[in-house]
């Protein structure tokens, strides 16, 4: 099993980019998706997170009404828009699968973002 997020890159302040994290080797759809990021210096944070049946969502404070998680579990991939970045958003941004049915979690190995002029 594994998840493989790709999309990271360097953009400028204001600017948007989309995250994706491509699952496979396990039962997505039973499967709470979340995005996380840590910064250099800083512990890894919650970003946001998407339940398995799509009707939950959580966003960290600092990035709602400018992120948005989506999932497509026909295609075993969650999503991360991010638009009107900041400098501050510059973190490796890493996927997160976990599920109420299974006490089993599965990280991706990152993708940097870099916000910067």
């Known amino acids: 099993a594994q998840l493989v997020e790709s999309g990271g890159g360097l953009v400028q302040p204001g600017g948007s980019l989309t995250l994706s994290c491509a699952a496979s080797?396990?039962?997505?759809?039973?499967?709470?998706m979340s995005w996380y990021r840590q910064a250099p210096g800083k512990e890894r944070e919650l970003v946001a997170a998407?339940?398995?049946?799509?009707?939950?969502?959580n966003y960290a404070d600092s990035v709602k009404g400018r992120f948005t998680i989506s999932r497509d579990n026909a295609k075993n991939t969650v999503y991360l828009q991010m638009n009107s970045l900041k400098p501050e958003d510059t973190a490796v941004y890493y996927c997160?699968?976990?599920?109420?049915?299974?006490?089993?979690?599965?990280w991706g190995q990152g993708t940097q973002v870099a916000v910067s002029s």
């Open positions: 997160k699968a976990s599920s109420r049915y299974t006490t089993q979690i599965y």
């Open positions: 080797g396990f039962a997505f759809g039973w499967y709470t």
């Open positions: 998407l339940s398995d049946n799509s009707r939950l969502r």
